[in-house]
């Protein structure tokens, strides 16, 4: 009987918070859009969620691709297929792990930094004396931080993707010495440009949205304490990085499935 | 209780106020004159914050209404709301200044967001008012490098920038030494008078609040307890206001917070 | 983190520029975008096959060996029930003789299939709309397995083994 009601509680909890979520989400997108005066706000944020995320996204490309591309040849060197390289590099950085390594990295880097700066936004009450000043804190703060994720994400998840497939390049042909020729070939044969690289492309956006909206919920809702901003911040890592990975699972069905 | 509109610029009428099942306020009655520094004083914990939001009707009370201006502050549509809250300022007990802007982009703030002044002119007002907290010449610090007391003026330069007819102190003197904390009660006094201006102080400091205050409230238990100039509350035989005014650690108000029976719960 | 605003401005474009040019290599280098994008020269011709095997649209076209074009798509003829194979051969100032063999060959064991043209000896030469006549079909490693097995079993009882095979 207690394990029902706590069931019951939690399954309500979990309810409200989707609801609070999206009631926020709609705020956001509600608010009416000036562009002279959002698109500055828009820059700014760009530079700190997007510029300032590159190093990472380069660097962890690059060995991404390399590792693969170090794993798939000793793999197919058992099958002498070792020519099949570059498609395998092409098609697993493509499909999966250029939206989802960069997503999950995102979450990491740029959606906690956005949480915990909108938290301590809150905590300082610089978002109350906004909203006193008569400027509306979620077209203000929330809006251009939300809209900057979107954008970011899938540009650095095909910045991650040409990195990661030139560093299995790197490996395969200018280490291994596989053909340069082969390698390119067998690559553009097989990947298509609107079934693997325009779907991944389309899957980082969602990503690049959900964890957005995750990230500038919780800040926007975290309790102004200290611990409040850390367990906020901890919640759009994990929340972030599940969500990511359950919908990669979706997308993927439906991608394989209809598309 | 209900005076007349006129020289009245805040009346806030059978106000009461719910968090959870806490009752804050119950069925409070507050007017605050127009051109007059108002203190509201009472212990910690009894929601003088929640007063002030409750005024900028970011909160909402539970039952009762509150007019500002003549306006019912809670039925105003978002844009007239937010229209009204251009006549007021608040300062916030942390100043809340924005962490990625010096002290000329806080001030300078309002003025961006509400209105198209050339920028020479956004410059010329932004330094008249930081000059008028003395603090013109930290016009290029960040927040982070300005002292407590510094950083309140600043905001309260910021509060002031737009020329709003009231004004809402929340806890202006906690964490300052003595010398800020003169400063920021001759500044209240001085802008009070100098820009006609009508200021509401929220603060638990009798002193500071006594000496510039010209009408007290002293809220208790979500009631108001007393009310008047400060030298009648200062000569008030009510157990409760004397208890309060001079700082006495038990009386009406308990020193205890409510708890079973002490001897019981040592040996139990 | 206060940065001149004009930094800002350019570090985004230089992001963006970036982001724009990893799409590019993404289309070009890795989808091979370029070689289905440069129409103005090609041209298309049909073959037809009786077993196409694992042949599928993007599959490379080659004279021995060498890239010429590639498999823009495959439909069935629902008449004779042979698989009608759409090529898109590059360059129309290389004249390719219209009696040309075209094979299905995989590249390696595991590998992909792609088309291999045999060049004829005819004057004439392949043009839009032309067809290849000869062809050969994808070796189909399950048949030649079977193929293998019948003769090594021998003519010994060719008489028992012909009637189940046929069913």
Partial sequence: MNFLQALGTWALNVCEQLGR????????????????????????????????????????????????????????????????????????????LGPVITALLFAGRAGSALTAEIALMKATEQLASMEMMGVDPLWRIISPRFWAGVIS????????????????????????????????????????????VINGLIKSLIFGFVITWISVYQGYDAVPTAEGIARATTRTVVYGSLAVLSLDFILTAVMLGGW | MIPAATDN??????????????????????????????????????????????????????????????????????????????????????GGL????????????????????????IRDIVLMKLEAVGLRGAV???????????????????????????????????????????????????????????SILVSHDIHETCAIADLLYILADGHIIGSGTPAELLKSEHPSIKQFMQGLPDGMIPFQYPAKDYAKDLLS | MQ????????????????????????????????????????????????????????AP?????????????????????????????????????????????????LGSNYIELTPGFDDTSLHQGSMITSTHSALILENLIGQLVYKIGGGSDNASKKPTKAN
């Fill in chain 3, 3 to 58: 940065q001149p605003q004009r930094w800002i401005e350019i570090t985004v474009g230089f992001f963006l520029l970036i982001g724009i040019l990893a799409l590019l290599m993404l289309g070009l280098q890795v989808s091979g975008l370029s070689t289905s994008l440069t129409s103005k020269n090609s041209y298309e011709v049909t073959a037809n096959f009786d077993n196409i095997g694992d042949l599928r649209p993007r």
């Fill in chain 2, 140 to 198: 290029a610090l960040n927040p982070s490098e300005l002292s407590g007391g510094m950083s309140r003026r600043v905001a309260l330069a910021r509060a002031i920038v737009l020329d709003p007819q009231l004004i809402m102190y929340d806890e202006p003197f906690t964490g300052l030494d003595p010398i800020a904390k003169g400063v920021i009660v001759q500044l209240i006094k001085k802008l009070n008078n100098a820009l006609g201006l009508t």
């Fill in chain 1, 153 to 196: 994400m899938p540009v650095l998840a095909a910045i991650f993707s040409a990195v990661a497939i030139y560093g299995g390049y790197l490996v395969g042909v200018k280490w291994l010495g596989l053909d340069a020729g082969a390698f390119w070939s067998n690559m553009q044969s097989t990947v298509d440009f609107h079934g693997d």
């Fill in chain 2, 98 to 121: 924005f962490t990625g802007m010096n002290t000329f982009e806080n001030v300078a703030f309002p003025l961006r967001e509400h209105t198209t002044l050339p920028e020479t002119m």
């Fill in chain 2, 9 to 94: 610029l805040v009346t806030l009428a059978q106000i009461s106020f719910k968090r959870g099942d806490r009752l804050i306020f119950n069925d409070i009655n507050i007017t605050i004159p127009r051109g007059k520094i108002v203190g509201i004083m009472g212990p910690s914990g009894t929601g003088k914050t929640t007063l002030l939001r409750l005024i900028g009707a970011q909160l909402k009370p539970t039952a009762g209404h509150i007019h500002v201006n003549g306006q019912n502050i809670h039925q105003l549509s978002t844009k007239d709301l937010y229209l009204a809250r251009r006549q007021m300022g608040m300062l916030f007990q942390s």
């Fill in chain 1, 21 to 96: 979520a999206s009631c926020f989400l709609f705020a956001t997108l509600g608010r009416r859009p000036r562009f002279i005066r959002t698109f500055p706000l828009l820059i700014q944020q760009l530079y700190a969620i997007g510029v300032l995320s590159l190093l990472i996204i380069i660097v962890s490309g690059l060995f991404i691709g390399m590792v693969v591309s170090l794993q798939g040849y000793n793999t197919l060197e058992k099958f002498s297929a070792t020519q099949q390289l570059g498609q395998l590099v092409a098609l697993s950085v493509t499909r999966e």
């Fill in chain 3, 61 to 109: 076209v080659t004279i021995s060996g060498v890239h010429i074009g590639e498999v823009k798509s495959i439909s069935l003829n629902p008449v004779s029930f042979k698989a009608i194979v759409t090529l898109t051969l590059n360059d129309n100032k290389m004249l390719i003789p219209d009696d040309s063999a075209a094979s299905i060959y995989t590249a390696g064991i």
